[in-house]
């Protein structure tokens, strides 16, 4: 499966909201759990949010959890991560990925990743 990630790319002020969108081309979407990951400056990758094949189980990492929802849409083979009260310390590259796993926030049970995109929130 190949990974497209948009919707950062600019500045947003502390307290705006930012819709982040992962474009999926390739095997039959539902097959994958996706994730999305972000790796500040200097940092880990680490874990920001994940959803399961059909949208049962949803699972935050503790920084995203109550500012940030993540949604699927099969027929369009997309993933989504709404993200609302952002913080400076937001400010990161976001990954898209997908796992044909069963865990939903193990970053090594993820095998395909997109390129990323720069979400940058100013104080």
């Known amino acids: 499966v190949q990974l497209q990630a948009s919707g950062g790319g600019g500045l947003v002020q502390a307290g705006g909201s930012l819709r982040l969108s992962c474009a999926a081309s390739?095997?039959?979407?539902?097959?994958?759990?996706m994730g999305w990951f972000r790796q500040a400056p200097g940092k880990e990758r680490e874990f920001a949010a994940a959803?399961?094949?059909?949208?049962?189980?949803?699972y935050y990492g503790d920084s995203a959890k109550g500012r940030f929802t993540i949604s699927r849409d099969n027929a369009k083979n997309t993933v989504s991560l709404q993200m609302n009260s952002l913080k400076p310390e937001d400010t990161a590259v976001y990954y898209c990925?997908?796992?044909?796993?069963?865990?939903?926030?193990?970053?090594?049970?993820?095998?395909?990743w997109g390129q990323g995109t720069q979400v940058t929130v100013s104080s």
């Open positions: 390739g095997r039959t979407f539902s097959t994958y759990i």
């Open positions: 990925a997908a796992s044909e796993g069963a865990s939903l926030e193990d970053i090594q049970a993820y095998d395909y």
């Open positions: 959803i399961s094949r059909y949208g049962g189980n949803i």
